[in-house]
């Protein structure tokens, strides 16, 4: 036996290596064909979708509903008869799949997780006897491959994949960026729209969803899932999936969460400042001109202003000021006045001014206006010019310019310059090399005037608030040397990994992320050391245990993933294959080297009892007004039975009612009938369902209704 597991698992490394040195890099896809004989390929439509997000902290839980059918297609010979539906799709680099389901009639089969090899001989076994089987496999850090067999002609299949996604810190606020899009458009048509399931979190705000109407700050509830916000995309107008918005979550200067295990280990996850919240007093005053072009930049009017507005808040300290000039015929100030950097009011003002931005570029006109600006007020030092101007490519024109700039305003004040163009526009060689767009101005220009110049073509994958954050920043004082150290007070911390690496020069405003493990009690210190000016500083705080934010299983699985990502990255060995599969599947953490899969059930794979469908939260049932203000009912779990205990008041009259009890797929299972109950009593729930059948271990909710009394409750059966 020794031998032929060794022997397996050589075959094991050498299938998963030539499937690597044959891997192409494929971009998304989504398509149907017949896997028995046709290698014809016909697109595939996405009829329905919605997306349930759960944050975590630093990172959230995204489902992602798909109903795909083959709607619109015309088969030749017996293409049409068994199709199987395949998708190649991408997520973020960092995300961490974690579950699969696949819809077969009105069951959900969970998949069951295993190494590739095995699962890959199950499937392509299946698919010969046409059966329901759906699998997933990761075949790179980003790029995954989906298939679910059969769909029939005229038919529909339904999944379910739920991956861990990081969240992305934006100044003191958590943005959580919904993939998918680009995938969406592989559809043969798009769906009519897409439905947005939100559950809150902890202390986080009331999310902000950009370019996209508003979720109202009123909860639903469900009484199987809980409290949520819904909220409809139409797709046909949409050119991308929202992100997701909390405000100042990290406008303390941290963020830490936990999660205790039954064991001694248990995992951590922590966002701060290199200076734990504590202000650099900079002084800075620094006034913004936006001279914007439409026609030479993707970045939309609403975006530029709303990364400007939160770079402003992040990057900027409360003793500092700022404002902004509109360039045009007849420029604007946002403000009569400088205003701090932490006026929230102007700031929100900011990021609806879309009507001061113009359509076009007036740069010398904006220069007129700057000059008399620093006129008026000689304490202003900075200038951030914002454009997507290109009218500036050749040298004389450029030259000229810069004269002028330089007879009227002093070497004194700082320019800066934050160029928008997505790609070159415009170009010319000279002095042996080529210059596109106004580079050319905005380099010796900002060398000139000791500032720095940043371009939206270097900052394309990161986004315009990335762009604004580099070049405000270089305008504060750097940190160097930086390290860090988390303590318990009884205990340690180890096995940490973060979202980004440290870098090698930091600013305040940057964001210090960390997943570990942690062993032990007591309240967190946290310890940071840097060189600021020379001269060597550090900063502690103290966090006491009981103020630390919880955090569910989710965050033990996003670490695993973090750890099955470094081992991935190692050559292909026995040691290396055997450990990834070992921890993959005792997580349930996708890797290279495993497959979710997917079966119809039988005699030994059953429908999962406790998997809730998110979907059908169409109608939430308002338990604030059909809650009794009294809880006359109470249950008690115990090993064979549920003993609910009442007590009526004096008076209560009711002929009738019933006890029902959910399982989590919102099914009722059992119906216990209440007829004239006296004043006092308790009611005995078997543990059983309709058939007399034992139910599972799990989640369950008990819905009692009799009289005036309206009671839910959820139920915990171990």
């Given at each position: 036996m020794a031998l032929f597991r060794n022997v397996r698992s050589g075959i094991l490394v050498a299938s998963l290596m030539l499937a690597c040195v044959n891997q192409v890099l494929a971009y998304s896809k989504l398509y149907v064909h017949d896997p028995h004989g046709s290698w014809r390929?016909?697109?595939?439509?996405?009829?329905?979708?919605?997306?349930?997000?759960?944050?975590?902290?630093?990172?959230?839980?995204?489902?992602?509903?798909?109903?795909?059918?083959?709607?619109?297609?015309?088969?030749?010979?017996?293409?049409?008869?068994?199709?199987?539906?395949?998708?190649?799709?991408?997520?973020?680099?960092?995300?961490?799949?974690?579950?699969l389901w696949l819809w077969v009639g009105d069951d959900i089969m969970q998949g069951i997780i295993m190494d590739k090899w095995t699962a890959q001989n199950i499937y392509n076994g299946i698919i010969a006897q046409k059966k329901d089987p759906s699998i997933i496999y990761k075949k790179s850090e980003t790029r995954y491959e989906l298939r679910i067999y059969p769909l029939l002609e005229k038919g529909i299949r339904r999944i379910k994949l739920t991956y861990l996604l990081p969240n992305t810190i934006v100044g003191n606020d958590i943005v959580v960026p919904?993939?998918?899009?680009d995938f969406l458009k592989k559809s043969r048509t798009l769906p009519s729209k897409l439905k947005l399931i939100v559950k809150p979190y902890g202390q986080f705000p009331i999310p902000e969803v950009d370019?996209?109407?508003?979720?109202?700050?009123?909860l639903r509830e469900d009484p199987l899932y809980g409290k949520y916000w819904g909220l409809n995309v139409a797709c046909s107008a949409a050119k991308s999936?929202?992100?997701?918005?909390?405000?100042?979550?990290?406008?303390?200067?941290?963020?830490?969460?936990?999660?205790?295990?039954?064991?001694?280990?248990?995992?951590?996850?922590?966002?701060?400042?290199?200076?734990?919240?504590?202000?650099?007093i900079i002084g800075r005053k620094q006034l913004y001109v936006v001279d914007y072009d439409n026609t030479k930049t993707t970045i939309d009017k609403k975006s530029l202003l709303t990364s400007l507005s939160q770079t402003i808040q992040s990057c900027l300290g409360p003793k500092e000021s700022f404002n902004v000039l509109f360039s045009g015929i007849n420029p604007q100030l946002l403000n009569p006045t400088f205003v701090s950097a932490n006026d929230e009011a102007t700031l929100r003002r900011l990021s609806l001014s879309v009507d001061l931005v113009q359509d076009y570029s007036n740069l010398p006109t904006a220069f007129s206006h700057i000059q008399n600006e620093l006129k008026k007020d000689p304490t202003i030092k900075e200038v951030i010019l914002i454009t997507s101007n290109t009218q500036f490519s050749v040298a004389e024109r450029a030259n000229a310019l810069i004269k002028d700039i330089e007879n009227n305003i002093p070497p004194v004040v700082k320019i800066h310059c934050i160029e928008l163009c997505d790609r070159k526009y415009a170009s010319q060689y000279f002095n042996n090399r080529w210059w596109y767009n106004s580079e050319y101005l905005y380099i010796?220009?900002?060398?000139?005037?000791?500032?720095?110049?940043?371009?939206?073509?270097?900052?394309?994958?990161?986004?315009?608030?990335?762009?604004?954050?580099?070049c405000i920043n270089t305008t504060g004082h750097p940190l160097t040397d930086f390290s860090m150290r988390v303590d318990m007070?009884?205990?340690?911390?180890?096995?940490?990994?973060a979202l980004n690496p440290v870098k090698e020069i930091l600013y305040n405003s940057d964001i210090i992320t960390q997943f570990g493990k942690c062993n032990g009690t007591g309240d967190i210190s946290l310890q940071t050391f840097y060189k600021l000016d020379g001269t060597f500083n550090k900063d502690t705080l103290t966090i006491p245990f009981g103020n630390l934010d919880n955090c569910d299983t989710t965050l033990r699985q996003f670490w695993y993933g973090f750890y099955i990502s470094e081992l991935e990255r190692k050559?292909?060995?026995?040691?290396?294959?055997n450990e990834v599969i070992s921890v993959s599947t005792k997580n349930r953490v996708l890797s290279k080297y495993t497959s979710f899969l997917c079966l119809e059930p039988n005699d030994t794979i059953v429908a999962c009892e406790n998997c809730f469908d998110e979907q059908g939260l169409n109608t939430p049932i308002n338990l604030a007004r059909n809650m009794s203000p009294l809880k006359a009912f109470v249950a008690q779990v115990k090993a064979h039975q549920v003993v609910i205990t009442y007590s009526l008041p004096k008076g209560s009259i009711a002929n009738r009612g019933a006890i029902e009890i959910y399982n989590m797929r919102g099914q009722v299972i059992r119906r216990i009938s209440l007829q004239s109950l006296g004043q006092k009593g308790r009611i005995i729930w078997d543990r059983k369902d309709f058939r007399g059948n034992p139910v599972s271990l799990g989640t369950y909710i008990m819905k009692i209704n009799y009289g005036n009394y309206n009671q839910v409750m959820k139920l915990n059966l171990i």
């Open positions: 390929q016909y697109m595939a439509t996405i009829e329905e979708v919605t997306m349930s997000v759960k944050p975590k902290g630093l990172f959230s839980e995204v489902g992602c509903y798909l109903t795909i059918s083959e709607r619109g297609n015309t088969y030749y010979g017996r293409d049409g008869d068994s199709l199987e539906v395949v998708s190649e799709f991408e997520l973020p680099k960092g995300a961490v799949v974690t579950d919904l993939p998918g899009f370019n996209h109407p508003p979720i109202s700050g009123e999936l929202p992100q997701l918005t909390y405000r100042n979550v990290l406008a303390k200067g941290y963020f830490f969460a936990i999660h205790t295990t039954s064991t001694q280990e248990s995992f951590f996850q922590m966002a701060a400042k290199p200076t734990l919240g504590k202000d650099l010796n220009l900002t060398r000139k005037y000791s500032g720095s110049y940043v371009t939206y073509q270097n900052y394309l994958s990161q986004g315009v608030a990335s762009l604004f954050k580099e007070a009884q205990g340690w911390t180890y096995g940490t990994y050559p292909v060995s026995n040691h290396v294959v």
